[in-house]
């Protein structure tokens, strides 16, 4: 069964950093896009930051402006969300979604075709003073 693994969750004070990883488990990375989610408690998950097969990113929450990169290294077969200046309205649930397809696929929620989106079981990130 294919999945993908985050890790790299915590704790961190306004305006630090954290990086999460996702890494795959049964497959590779290489010709999916990956995307990063969180969910807040309470709130509905919403897209953060997708990077394609090519490894263009693209930025879907505006919350994030600047402050999160995503980035691939293939030959670690790794994804990373590298996230600085956080907020405390970043806490929440992150996952690491993949789909053999593109990122406007993967943000896009539709019951037809999540059976085509690998994801992860999420890493809490906290950030609180």
């Known amino acids: 069964q294919l999945q993908v693994v985050e890790s790299g969750g915590g704790l961190a004070q306004p305006g630090g950093s954290l990086r999460l990883s996702c890494a795959p488990s049964?497959?590779?990375?290489?010709?999916?896009?990956i995307g990063w989610f969180r969910q807040s408690p309470g709130k509905e998950r919403e897209g953060v930051i997708c990077i394609t097969s090519t490894g263009t990113g693209t930025r879907d929450a505006y919350s994030i402006k600047d402050r999160f990169t995503i980035s691939r290294d293939s030959a670690k077969n790794t994804v990373y969300l590298q996230m600085n200046g956080l907020k405390p309205e970043d806490t929440a649930t992150y996952y690491c979604a993949a789909v053999l397809g593109t990122c406007p696929l993967l943000f896009t929620p539709d019951p037809n075709t999540e059976y085509l989106k690998v994801w992860g079981q999420g890493a809490l990130v906290i950030v609180s003073s």
């Open positions: 049964g497959f590779t990375l290489d010709d999916y896009a």
